[in-house]
């Protein structure tokens, strides 16, 4: 009978200590106040696991809250991801985009936000059910989000609106396509100026949709992004856009 006993407890601690460690994932790193709201508002009832292999490199400080270069990489997922929320939870509008991959696709991209107190930001990836999320937590005197920003204050505003500057480059295994777009990105949050920012982005290989985003107010003006896709390095890629007062953006990816 002993004999018997020895495995089944050795499966038992086992499992007391996968549990635990279970437990100690869903601890929030940041011990932010705000968390459990946003988990709720975000990510529903799923599984959620705090994971370090979503890894975000930001400013410890931000010296410009309107500018605030956000890198995201979970690329250790193999593509294996069906969509990726990026939010900083002291902002008034906290959500900043909501990121699908219509394609095999890799979950790392660079974006620049707005901030508009010191807060943390979170990523959160789906895959296979389970919500993986990364943490960190920016530094900065903040007013991002409130404070009128340069785009509409320049003479050529008007004439360089709607540009769109962009490029591949051959990043294994598919392309690192950036694109840079000429737009205010007004919040609505200023005093007697009316919500105009861009809401969707789509990103188009050889003719077919490879990944979409959602984009919130807090995405900087002239908003610039960098994301990487699988495919063939010679495919072709485009941008397209459209914003909330129904202007439509397309530009080809050189």
């Given amino acids: 009978?002993?004999?018997?006993?020895?495995?089944?407890l050795a499966v038992l601690m086992l499992f007391c200590a996968s549990s635990g460690m279970a437990g100690e994932a869903q601890k929030d790193p940041l011990d932010s106040f705000m968390w459990e709201r946003y988990h709720e508002r975000f990510l529903g009832d799923a599984p959620v696991r705090f994971d370090q292999r979503v890894r975000i490199q930001a400013p410890a400080f931000a010296e410009d809250s309107g500018q605030v270069p956000i890198d995201v990489d979970a690329?250790?997922?193999n593509g294996r991801f069906q969509r990726m929320l990026l939010w900083v939870e002291l902002n008034p509008i906290p959500l900043v985009f909501d990121y699908r991959p219509l394609s095999d696709g890799l979950a790392n991209l660079s974006i620049n936000v707005r901030l508009e107190q010191s807060s943390a930001v979170r990523v959160a990836v789906l895959s296979d059910?389970?919500?993986h999320v990364g943490s960190t937590r920016i530094e900065g005197?903040?007013?991002?989000?409130t404070t009128p920003g340069i785009a509409k204050t320049e003479d050529n505003w008007s004439r360089d609106f709607g540009k769109i500057m962009a490029r591949r480059f051959d990043?294994?295994?598919?392309?690192?396509?950036?694109?840079?777009?000429s737009h205010p990105m007004d919040s609505g949050l200023i005093p007697s100026t009316r919500p105009f920012y861009v809401e969707q982005v789509?990103?188009?290989r050889d003719g077919e949709p490879a990944a979409t985003m959602a984009w919130q107010a807090s995405v900087s003006e002239n908003p610039e992004l960098a994301l990487?896709?699988?495919?063939?390095?010679?495919?072709?890629?485009?941008?397209?856009?459209?914003?909330?007062?129904?202007?439509?953006?397309?530009?080809?990816?050189?």
């Fill in 171 to 181: 990043h294994e295994p598919g392309s690192r396509v950036r694109v840079k777009l």
């Fill in 202 to 204: 789509a990103f188009i």
């Fill in 129 to 131: 059910g389970v919500w």
């Fill in 75 to 77: 690329s250790a997922f």
């Fill in 228 to 254: 990487t896709l699988k495919g063939d390095s010679d495919a072709s890629y485009r941008f397209q856009a459209r914003d909330n007062n129904g202007n439509e953006f397309d530009h080809a990816i050189p």
């Fill in 141 to 145: 005197e903040g007013g991002g989000c």
């Fill in 1 to 8: 009978m002993a004999g018997y006993l020895k495995p089944l």
